[in-house]
């Protein structure tokens, strides 16, 4: 807990050093949350030992001793493979769970936090627009270039694709963004690729070809690290977890039409 303080602390400080008044009034508002977290988490330690320092011992029971000494085994491990049952993808349904006002006239990319905020990249207005857990818009974040994919790191963090050319940017215009665990995926239209980088922005590997994916538009991953890319010819292809080897269930490329309706 100490340590996560001095951390707030020297962000405090930073803001103070180089952010603009509304990026300070922001970050500061998101720091004293956690700060606010932390004090609740001392006080609770605090008034839980009033009577003096609180020690936790664990005694073996001897009988278990005994056991441990008399026994050969605990029991055996069997081992069972079964089939992966696939499912086609029309007989996916959905049920509408929400449906959020945005407040953004164009928004190009989205994701959602592990806190219940649901983040929107506003295309036209070049910011990022935070709608709390209850719908209410809750803080936005101007950004220097116009915003296209969105994908969430942490509660705190999240990463940005360009909708043009950004400065300091070596993305193509229009990409969109995915991450998985300590993995970054991005797409890349004009140049026909997938790439996937780590954290820091180096590249791990690129997919590029042509009879596979043409203009590579919207990316995400599933729980197993299986790249799902839509294709701006109405397809979605996915792609194994290193862009090369085929998933555990899944062919190295597997290519479905898309239909959308009106």
Known sequence: MERSIVEQQSKIDKIKKDAIDLQGFLSIKSTEAELD??????????????????????????????????????????????????????EISLDLQKAINTQVKQ????????????????????RVTVISENGELDFQIPIKSSLHGLAAIDSQTIAISPGGSAPHCNQGQF???????????????????????????????????????????????????????VDWKDKLVVLSDDGIKPPNTLPETLEVDLLVEN
Request: with cysteine.
């Open 107 to 126: 928004t190009e990319g989205c994701c959602l936090l592990d806190n219940g905020k649901s983040v929107f990249s506003d295309f036209l207005k070049d």
């Open 37 to 90: 977290k932390m004090d609740k988490t001392v006080n609770s330690i605090i008034n839980d030992g009033e009577d003096g320092l609180i020690s936790i011992n664990f005694n073996l029971d001897p009988a278990i001793e005994n056991l441990a000494l008399n026994t050969n085994s605990f029991g055996h491990v069997t081992v069972e493979i079964n089939p992966f049952l696939s499912k086609s993808i029309e």
């Open 175 to 229: 990409a969109n963004i995915a991450n998985f665990k300590d993995k970054l995926y991005v797409t890349d239209r004009d140049e026909h690729t997938v790439t996937c980088s780590d954290i820091k922005g180096t590249v791990l590997w690129t997919f590029q070809d042509t009879k596979v994916l043409q203009r590579p538009w919207g990316i995400t991953v599933d729980k197993d690290g299986n790249i799902y890319v």
